[in-house]
């Protein structure tokens, strides 16, 4: 079976109406990602039972806390046996190598650890009024060179930084790209979008889609129809 590439993000306001939404999805055809709101909400029964129904949950919770802090946010979030989780790379290094560090007792069953380097949903002038002075690009890359001096997996960015970030950082290290509109969809709060077949022609491995599915009035159908742009853009 080729990689499941598309995650689902679950941005629900509580678990029935997540549960409702999952039960209409083939969990061969993508991941779910699991969010702020619905894991306030819903907690971790909600991501026990996406567990039963056969899906792997991205735990979208992006930690930036202190390093014992946020190790132990991941800590638990392996033991919940989530397929991926998150940190925010602003968060430095040793934060970053303390969240690494607690999951290798996991071994090869741990999750796949990645940071968030810049929001799709801000743009390159959004950046001083954080007190960033540098480029967009280069905040980018500085962040996703520190997450891979750190040991983690890969990184959240834009498809639009992944051609950058592949030369850079190689080929084995993940990018997961949120801000992922097929042809026409409106891009909502984000700033950096791209189209499903040209995130797969940037390389990008894994493509976020939350309200372009969620809003769909076929979610399968439009599952099959991006699952097949991106095999023809694979090729
Ligand atoms: O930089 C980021 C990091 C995370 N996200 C999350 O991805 C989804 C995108 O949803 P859409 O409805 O497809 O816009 C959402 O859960 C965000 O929290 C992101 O968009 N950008």
Redesign the pocket.
């Known amino acids: 079976m080729t990689e499941k590439r598309i995650i689902v993000?679950?941005?629900f306001d509580d678990a029935e109406q997540a549960l409702a939404f999952v039960k209409t999805l083939d969990p061969q055809q993508c991941r779910v990602?699991v969010?702020?709101?619905l894991f306030t909400t819903a907690g971790p029964a909600l991501v026990r039972t996406l567990h039963e129904l056969g899906f792997d949950v991205f735990l979208?919770l992006?930690f930036h806390d202190i390093p014992n802090t946020v190790a132990k946010a991941v800590k638990a979030a392996a033991e919940l046996g989530v397929w991926m989780v998150n940190v925010h790379a602003s968060g430095g290094v040793d934060m970053m190598k303390a969240a690494r560090h607690v999951l290798e007792p996991y071994g090869e069953k741990r999750p796949k650890l990645i940071a968030?380097?810049?929001?799709?949903?801000?743009a390159s002038e959004s950046l001083p009024e954080v007190g960033i002075q540098r480029s967009l690009n280069e905040q980018v890359l500085a962040l996703a060179e520190l997450a891979k001096s750190a040991g983690l997996d890969g990184v959240?960015?834009?498809a639009r930084e992944a051609v950058m970030l592949k030369g850079a950082l190689g080929a084995d290290f993940l990018l997961v790209t949120?801000?992922?509109?097929p042809e026409g969809f409106a891009t909502?709060?984000?700033h950096r979008v791209m189209s499903p077949g040209a995130a797969i022609d940037a390389g990008v491995d894994f493509l976020?889609?939350?309200?372009?599915?969620?809003e769909s009035k076929d979610p399968n159908a439009t599952l099959s129809a991006i699952n097949q742009q991106i095999l023809e853009h694979l090729v």
């Open positions: 993000a679950l941005d990602k969010g702020k709101e979208d992006k968030v380097t810049v929001l799709t949903s801000m959240v960015c834009s949120p801000g992922i509109r909502h709060d984000q976020v889609l939350g309200r372009p599915i969620r």
